[in-house]
């Protein structure tokens, strides 16, 4: 998060406004069919609201600290929220009706938008209770893993992936209705490479999450960028960006230790090599995902999810990279990811906080 006593510039501001109104732009000809005429945007610096929308001077606002404190995907969320009530008001024209009465829950409810009247829009960062217990179950199980013996680590591994895989089965069977959330993962970045590219087809092909790359602002910077989004029930998304985050410091420690065994100086071959980590580790789950196929446990995916994903993202497109050169590098990269064994535990997160997958902190 970025730090809330920052402030925006005179042309950082300018710079966000216009980047608001773009995304506003999109999000009525996706979600609106074009029926908004555009507004006009402003900033406040109130502690007490968001967003809001102004009829009288048909003007979105939104708070200066929402932007400092919490991510694009966040801030699109407000915009949402009121682009919604601009909606209700300018074309539904639905003005003897309280703010949030049935005319706006109903237009948020059929885009799939958070109708909540208070409150930072839910993103996936913090599970309840109930799905608590399934993540502590999968912490105790990963925190075996940390065993020195590579057979009992291995064992723990199994097991926590294949009481994820089994609960996610039982629910999706039982067919009872489930909430879904988005988080972004990571930090927005100018260009995405094939080491992050691969790390999300994990996340999407092995723990019971929607991926997709979604362009973000970055305001303090003034810059547009690419930030990795997943979606998904409560406990599949913390145990994503879990996942996440472990691969991505494993990755880079098993880089540091390569330079240093193989007396190299430079970082020439540090993707190449942070690459093959990802496809080996990879190629490690598609080899246990096979044999839990012979138990009879074959995931086939979520209708229900499938469906909040499409009403958040109702155009998508799938792009197809070329991969790097299979170097040396890439070969030694992809060995080292076939030992990783996931673990409970990441050594060094960025703020130098060691996190646990379902911490009760």
Known sequence: MTDSTAELGVELERLALRALSQTWSNLNATFFGHRLRPPSFALSDSTQRLGRWVSAERTIELSRGLLLSHGWGVVVEVLKHETAHQFVDEVLQCRDEVAHGVSFRRVCAERGFDARAAGT??????????????????????ALAGSPNQHEAQAAMNAAQRLMLKHNLDVVRSGAQRGFEFKHLGEPTGRVGEPARLLASILGEFFFVEVIWVPVWRPLEGRPGTVLEVCGTRENVALAAYVHDFLLHTSERLWREHKCSAGLTGDTDRRAFLAGVMA???DKLQRERRHKQTEGLVWVGDPQLDGFFRGRHPHTRTRRHAG??????????????????????????????????????
């Open 121 to 142: 829009p839910r993103d996936g960062s913090a599970p309840e209770d109930a799905t608590a217990r399934v993540l502590e179950r999968v912490a105790k199980l990963l």
């Open 280 to 282: 080996g580790f990879r």
């Open 324 to 361: 790097s050169a299979h170097n040396p590098a890439h070969a030694d990269g992809r060995a080292a990811g076939r030992d990783i064994v996931l673990r409970r535990g990441i050594d060094a997160a960025p703020s130098g906080e060691r996190r646990l997958l379902g911490s009760k902190r």
